[in-house]
């Protein structure tokens, strides 16, 4: 199988090689005297443990769950994309949430897709997060999904060459962009120097970007909106997120109980009375929002938001409903959701997928298992999956009876080859796989900052990130 290294043109690198964009940075890393990297990276752990930039860990495959907290492994070595590169890639996300946003607002009004026969409509209408209660609800600009979190990975093509594509789209609520904010932080504070002989174009202005996007979501009529940030609470896995982001917009932080609706307006308490909010940007799931419409249990949410929601004196964003674009069957997809709205051809490139709920690429896939990436459709966080090349003959035997019992519930995806970059590790510097994952924000215009979350896979040979 081929490889593609980010910083090496050949593997195993020497020193020899180095791709154009890094030979800067390569030599001014041979140059670091030994023990100096470990001596930052102790640094680096000792500011995350006092500023409590932790995530946590839990088996919940939604954000209502707690969990052991863990501190942010955070690497070392940069990632470098070159600018060229990185506009081509924003050109292809940019192209690809328009499309998204496109398909949820059809899907909820005309499903012009479903008739067309583009897109199965069982597949939508038979899916456990398309909400109905959404059905002709208008939405500010027919955006719905405010914030997008694309998953990234960079394989070699035919030739060699390394080649991004889209491995899966998060638009409920996507996680990470804090860290992402926080290690760039972290970066300029161990290695000004870097920054001095490199042109690195900032992220620090996210925040602002986020709360313009919010802003301009606002009920029509609205001139200086409220906005407010909703968290499950601190036991959250990302709560630290959360709070930081609610710090950095310099709004409020939230919890459902913080809440109340009132003719059909959405108030906050607060010590000096009640406050409309305008605006909430949600970090609770669709089912945790309002007791009244979906989980009658739930504690997380305010009862009666969707009928302030409906009735368009709030907004609410991710907009309820926007699930229904993320699931992973609806993902083979998007490439002729980009065709049938836009009238282009996809910039960036979908990983090829198997969809179990066809017979025939059923039968590949259960013959195949050892070869590929087989996961639930609605599973998250690395939940409901296998992974053949890493699971032992009776994992695989086992996975094989789930996915027959319920083929129309997992797609499968070839184990690509996924890049590496030098990554610092107990034992040194070594190569270790990656993914990125860039945050797009829609409101009057969609757009993002010129950087992302490298995740890495810490293990040698491994092909699960984790937050670094």
């Given at each position: 199988m081929q490889k593609f290294d980010e910083m090496y043109a050949m593997l195993p690198f020497d020193g020899s090689d180095v791709r154009e964009h890094y030979k800067r940075y390569a030599h001014w890393l041979a140059q670091q005297p030994p023990g100096v990297m470990q001596d930052r990276r102790a640094e680096a752990e000792m500011i995350f443990r006092r500023v409590g930039i932790t995530f946590a860990v839990y088996g919940a495959k939604d954000e209502s769950g707690a969990g052991n907290e863990r501190l942010i492994p955070f690497d070392l070595i940069p990632r470098i994309i070159p600018a060229h590169e990185w506009s081509r890639m924003q050109q292809g996300l940019v192209q690809r949430v328009t499309a998204l946003n496109r398909f949820i607002h059809d899907v909820y009004h005309g499903q012009d897709i479903l008739r067309a026969g583009v897109v199965p409509a069982d597949l939508i209408l038979n899916n456990a997060q398309y909400r109905p209660e959404m059905a002709g609800v208008q939405v500010p600009q027919n955006i719905y999904a405010h914030i997008a979190g694309i998953d990234i990975v960079r394989a070699p093509n035919a030739q060699g060459e390394g080649e991004y594509y889209v491995l899966e789209d998060n638009l409920r609520v996507p996680s990470g962009v804090s860290y992402m904010l926080e290690n760039r932080k972290m970066m300029m504070r161990l290695f000004p120097e870097l920054f001095a002989q490199h042109q690195v174009s900032p992220v620090a202005?996210?925040?602002?970007?986020?709360?313009?996007?919010?802003?301009?979501?606002?009920?029509?009529?609205?001139?200086?909106?409220?906005?407010?940030?909703?968290?499950?609470?601190?036991?959250?896995?990302?709560?630290?997120?959360?709070?930081?982001?609610?710090?950095?917009?310099?709004?409020?932080?939230?919890?459902?109980?913080?809440?109340?609706?009132?003719?059909?307006?959405?108030?906050?308490?607060?010590?000096?009375?009640?406050?409309?909010?305008?605006?909430?940007?949600?970090?609770?799931?669709?089912?945790?929002?309002?007791?009244?419409?979906?989980?009658?249990?739930?504690?997380?949410?305010?009862?009666?938001?969707?009928?302030?929601?409906?009735?368009?004196?709030?907004?609410?964003?991710?907009?309820?409903?926007?699930?229904?674009?993320?699931?992973?069957?609806?993902?083979?997809?998007?490439?002729?959701?980009?065709?049938?709205?836009?009238?282009?051809?996809?910039?960036?490139?979908?990983?090829?997928?198997?969809?179990?709920?066809?017979?025939?690429?059923?039968?590949?896939?259960?013959?195949?298992?050892?070869?590929?990436?087989?996961?639930?459709?609605?599973?998250?966080?690395?939940?409901?999956?296998?992974?053949?090349?890493?699971?032992?003959?009776?994992?695989?035997?086992?996975?094989?009876?789930?996915?027959?019992?319920?083929?129309?519930?997992?797609?499968?995806?070839?184990?690509?080859?996924?890049?590496?970059?030098?990554?610092?590790?107990?034992?040194?510097?070594?190569?270790?796989?990656?993914?990125?994952?860039?945050?797009?924000?829609?409101?009057?215009?969609?757009?993002?900052?010129?950087?992302?979350?490298?995740?890495?896979?810490?293990?040698?040979?491994?092909?699960?990130?984790?937050?670094?």
């Open positions: 202005h996210y925040p602002d970007l986020l709360l313009d996007t919010l802003r301009s979501s606002a009920p029509v009529g609205v001139a200086n909106p409220t906005v407010v940030v909703l968290t499950p609470g601190m036991y959250n896995s990302a709560y630290f997120e959360h709070a930081f982001l609610a710090q950095q917009m310099g709004v409020e932080l939230v919890e459902g109980q913080d809440l109340l609706v009132k003719d059909d307006f959405v108030w906050m308490r607060t010590t000096r009375g009640l406050r409309k909010v305008d605006v909430i940007y949600r970090r609770v799931d669709d089912d945790f929002l309002d007791p009244e419409v979906f989980r009658p249990t739930s504690t997380l949410g305010c009862s009666g938001l969707m009928r302030a929601y409906r009735a368009g004196n709030v907004a609410i964003c991710n907009a309820v409903g926007t699930g229904v674009a993320d699931d992973k069957s609806i993902y083979p997809y998007v490439p002729k959701m980009i065709e049938f709205y836009l009238g282009e051809k996809p910039i960036l490139k979908n990983v090829p997928t198997y969809m179990c709920r066809n017979k025939d690429e059923l039968g590949y896939v259960i013959a195949n298992m050892k070869d590929l990436v087989v996961k639930e459709v609605h599973g998250a966080g690395g939940y409901g999956m296998i992974i053949g090349p890493a699971a032992t003959n009776v994992e695989i035997e086992e996975f094989k009876k789930v996915v027959l019992a319920k083929p129309d519930g997992y797609i499968a995806q070839p184990t690509l080859s996924l890049s590496s970059c030098p990554t610092f590790v107990e034992s040194g510097i070594a190569p270790r796989h990656i993914d990125l994952r860039p945050f797009v924000l829609s409101g009057k215009e969609v757009q993002m900052v010129p950087g992302g979350l490298t995740r890495v896979a810490l293990e040698d040979g491994s092909l699960a990130g984790s937050y670094t």
